[in-house]
């Protein structure tokens, strides 16, 4: 049982390029989050799943986009990237009972844009 | 809009010590608060889930509390370890709504 894991670990990236962020989950549950986290600005919401097929807008949804094909899969991806979404990427999962129970974290991307 | 905050933003204490992190919300119609341990570089560790219907949870030597009322809970660390040196981050749950975040306390612990 590996929890939630995320791919790549690091990743730099030059201003304008694209590219994918995976995030997999084995625990069956049904709501998926991606979050970023920067230096005095704590953790904030990207993009949400509630089911497989269903995305919605975070807190910060701005240059990002996520697709849900799967249900143990949630992505998140950089169409252009820019300097400003240099951060460290977390994913995180909760079951369908997610009002009551606990939130379980991936180990993070840390992506750099030059 | 829900907001948390979490006092103070850094502690140093010296090993052994008991000591306590608050966490402050603006609303108190939430579902749950959950707190979290995380060490440098990387992820969040769930520490201790409390439900609304419930004033404490306990593990080991950490108890968090929840006062829905006045919008607060306390962790309490008893007999602190350099091992506990980490950020901590309180989380609320309300309502559809995904978990919302303090910017946490980091803790150092010296021996």
């Known amino acids: 049982n590996a929890g939630v894991t995320q791919t790549p670990k690091f990743r730099v990236l030059k201003t304008g390029q694209s590219m994918t962020l995976l995030c997999a989950q084995d625990m069956n549950h049904e709501y998926m989050y991606w979050y970023r986290q920067d230096p005095g600005m704590g953790l904030r919401l990207i993009h949400y799943s509630v089911g497989e097929g269903t995305t919605a807008k975070g807190e910060v949804p701005d240059g990002y986009n996520v697709s849900r094909l799967k249900k143990q899969n949630f992505l998140l991806g950089l169409e252009s990237a820019a300097p400003s979404q240099t951060s460290v990427y977390f994913c995180?999962?909760?079951?369908?009972?997610?009002?009551?129970?606990?939130?379980?974290f991936g180990p993070g991307t840390r992506l750099t844009v030059l | 809009k829900q907001e948390v905050t979490q006092i103070p933003a850094a502690l140093s204490v010296p090993e052994g010590e008991n000591l306590v992190l608050n966490c402050s919300f603006t609303?108190?119609?939430?579902?749950?608060l959950q707190w979290f341990r995380q060490d440098p570089g990387k992820g969040l560790t769930s520490l201790l889930l409390?439900?609304?219907?419930?004033r404490e949870q306990t593990s080991g030597r950490l108890n968090a509390s929840l006062d829905k009322s006045s919008g607060r809970s306390t962790l309490y660390i008893a007999a602190s370890q350099p091992g506990d040196s980490a950020t901590y981050l309180c989380a609320v749950r309300g309502g559809n709504t995904p978990l919302v975040f303090g910017k946490g306390t980091r803790l150092s612990v010296i021996a």
């Open positions: 609303d108190s119609a939430i579902y749950n």
């Open positions: 995180a999962s909760t079951s369908l009972a997610g009002l009551y129970n606990e939130q379980f």
């Open positions: 409390i439900q609304s219907s419930q």
